[in-house]
């Protein structure tokens, strides 16, 4: 029988493993016999399972599983980490490195092949993006992304999950692009920029990993949430738009949801979605939204964020949390701390600490800490130094 309508399938279980095969048992996979599966889990960042970061170990033993049941025996897992972060470390405390060797599939650090460079036919911002020509050994990719806020696109799921694929420094570049009001039409250059990313690189599965998420400070620095589901889909835009809806968010209001169900690439409506079961609203458990500025959980910071990318931006919330309380003295006349960040910074008050090769250009206009990001205790070090002269 051919299904017409997108399906999204949650349960709601005890653990990762258990929740998600059975709700891997409940879809209809197509026929994958010879296909060649890359599954691209969340495993950019140093954070341990269960701590809302990361996709959880267990959800992706689980695919494997269900896969190699269903005769599927060409598996990889792939990720391309964030700047500043060790693969074979972040792979480590992550859980992929034991998990992976235990299921015996292989664990691809998707950054250390060439660029392959993708043309976006469509495209108004991105013509033609990097990608890492590993992907050129796959023809099926399964995104598990973990459910989670984010500073910059409210949320991230499974089509922001999919940036991971971009080669090494194209990831910042999205972030770092910027389109006039002819191409924009008022969108964010972000949220344009993912969304014609999903023309060429939207997944096959979706499997999103809601068992524990993350609120607030997303994606790195938030709040647990725990929520013990696992949705599955084959269309990742509607499974996107229901996890969206059990966040407590309107699909509609999410820039990059909104843009790319405008371009064609699948539902948002809830109400055209089959959804099983159909009273999964008794779910919901609304996610507190990602501050739009830091200055609202630090109200003596002011950051100027002119195009960073995540590096940065988790840099300096790393930075703040550790060493917040040893900032006196590096007010300004205004008795704030101005912190600059981002490729297009241009303007921000003499005196102003940079954080970032990025903010390289601006640095007579105030104290500048290189890296690509700079850890946090580089910066606490450069200020000490700048002071101590
Ligand atoms: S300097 Fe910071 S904002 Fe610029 S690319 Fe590097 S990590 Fe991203």
Sequence with gaps: MIRMDPLVIISKGKGPYDTTRIALKRFPLPD???RRILIKPNAARLASPGEGVTTHPLVVSATIDHLRENGIKEIAIGEGCIFGV???EAFRKTGFAEMSEKKGVKLIDLDRFDPAERIIPDGRLLKK??????LNDFDWIISIPVMKTHMHTHVS?????????LWRREKARLHQLRSDESIGRGHKALDLAISEMATILMPDLTII???????GMGPAYGKLKEM?????SDYALSADAVAARLMGFNPESIPHLKLCSEMGMGEIQLQKISIKPKDFLKWETPFEPSPSTLSISFPDVVVYDEGSCSGCLSTLLVFLREYHSQLDGYQME?????IGIGKHLKTCPDGTILIGNCTMRMKR???????CPPVSSQIMRTLSQKRSR
């Design 157 to 165: 799921l499974s089509i922001k999950n999919m940036k991971g694929l």
């Design 32 to 34: 994958l016999e010879n």
């Design 365 to 371: 206009r105030g104290i500048f800490v290189r890296g």
């Design 228 to 232: 013990g589901i696992i949705l599955v």
């Design 86 to 88: 060790d693969p074979q």
């Design 209 to 215: 990993d809601g068992t524990v998420g993350m609120e």
């Design 334 to 338: 205004d008795k704030n701390i101005h």
């Design 129 to 134: 993006v990097k990608v890492s020509s590993a």
